[in-house]
């Protein structure tokens, strides 16, 4: 591994501290990640599972009537909905028709009752798990809820602000170049060899994850 420094210089080089600046997220402090809603997060973890292999702007385009039919995505509220009900929507021509991940909806809400039940919030929960240890988070959002499997639980992390790195096409390839890695990080042991690369660089360079992730793929594109 590179010091971090010497990666970012190679970028910033390339293409531009101004450029650079506008490329770079920057994610949410924890009490703006622990005051969002419980039905924020739930609507953002179900907006992730259907755009799962569509085409982003299409679920977006219908994702009002979502929010409709799923009572604003209350967890309590789509947690007790009754299975007579949920099987209507497969009539809805204004959803998408996907009963296994309509049926996740229901799921994951009673999940995620639970868990603001048992922190205070699920907010809370998020906010509280330590980014030196997000490849943890993600594997328990895939344990706990329907759908969030493979890359989904980190797109929705980003999606909802939380501090978190990606395992994009160019973000791989920058590791392999590293030296962090031989390929994708599929295993429990390879996604926390990773996490502890991402750990070095963050205390280099005081950046963070969602950064230090940008920023490997751009020293690649």
Known sequence: MRHFNDILADVSTRIGDEELAEQLIVPL?????????????????CLRIFRAGLKHSMV?????AFEEVFYQFDPVS??????????????????IRHWGKLQAVRKNAAKLAEISREQGSFGRYIANWPTSNIVGLWAELQQNFSQLGG???????????KDTFLFTKDVVQALKREGVCDGEPKSKKAKQQ??????TWAEQSQLPLCQISKILALSVG
């Open 78 to 95: 789509v947690a007790n909905m009754h299975d007579e009900a949920l099987e209507e929507l497969t009539g809805d021509s204004r959803l």
């Open 60 to 64: 977006d385009a219908k994702w009002p």
């Open 194 to 199: 990773v996490q502890e690369g991402f750990n």
């Open 29 to 45: 402090e924890y009490q703006q990640l622990e005051e969002l809603g419980d039905d924020r997060y739930l609507s953002l973890m």
């Open 151 to 161: 890359s989904s639980g980190a797109n929705f992390l980003r999606m909802a602000g």
